[in-house]
């Protein structure tokens, strides 16, 4: 009797020993018939986005992610869907697409181009000094993260780059607004303006028609020695230019700039031609 019990009990054992190795196979089956699907759908993502159709394209990538999260690909899928709508321009979407892809995967070898594909949507968005400079500040931000975050990187070379035209673009905004405030003569507010661009963006191009423009309010409402102060600064680093000269101009009505005539030189070629015919 006791030995049908033990055989009993070692043929349950058996049974269920090899229903868990049944569970495990078909586990394993079935995570390499989604990842086989996931692969799929990623190729198919690829297919598209070559062919332009970046929003379904995004939509094949998202599939692949979601169907195996936990598979290397699942990451590559999620910065793919990303760029596939930045293809096409979907900066919003783009950006929400990679800030929730950096919040996923923190530790994603391929985290800097999230955060610079990031700035570049933001950068993108950058027309002129007349439009809101969120994008701008936005832009700033993030490649000044590179730097610091990444910077013995390929993306933070190009992150420096652009930060000073991003500088350019922002002081460009500063003088738009301090010519507006000159135009609705509103000098003080003119004067901060310019006084700004002097002393946070005296680097850009903007410098000499900010030391200029301030001369011309200050002689307008009568500070002429602040006036001379400040075309003096401006001639002394710059006197070579027509700002200057424009300076120069508000003191002195009858200057006018020289034109060096030059005699008309022949050119060897010209020479030569001639020659031919003496």
Known sequence: MSKHIIFLFIYIIFIVSCSKDKSKVDQVLLEQDVE????????????ELEKGDALYASKKFDEAEI??????WASKASLMSAYALYSQNYYDDTIFNLERHIKNYPKDKDLVYAHYLIAICYF????????????????????EYIL?????????????????????QMAAKEMYIGRYYMKMEKWIAAINRFKFVVKYYD??????????????????????????????????????????????????????????????KDSFIRKKFKKLFE
């Open 36 to 47: 086989a699907e996931m692969i799929l759908a990623y190729k198919k993502g690829m297919k």
């Open 67 to 72: 169907l195996f999260p936990q598979s290397i």
């Open 124 to 143: 993108e968005q950058l027309h002129d000094e007349k439009k809101d400079l969120k994008p701008l500040v936005k832009a700033r931000e993030k490649f």
């Open 148 to 168: 610091k975050k990444y910077p013995n990187t390929d993306y933070a070379i190009d992150a420096k780059w652009k930060m000073g035209l991003i500088v350019d």
């Open 203 to 264: 680097t850009t191009v903007y410098i000499e028609e900010a030391l200029h423009r301030l001369v011309e309010i200050y002689y307008k409402i009568g500070l002429v020695e602040d006036a001379q102060k400040i075309a003096a600064t401006l001639g002394y680093n710059y006197g070579s230019g027509e700002w200057y000269k424009n300076s120069y101009r508000i003191f002195n009505k009858l200057y006018k700039t020289e034109k060096i005539t030059k005699k008309k």
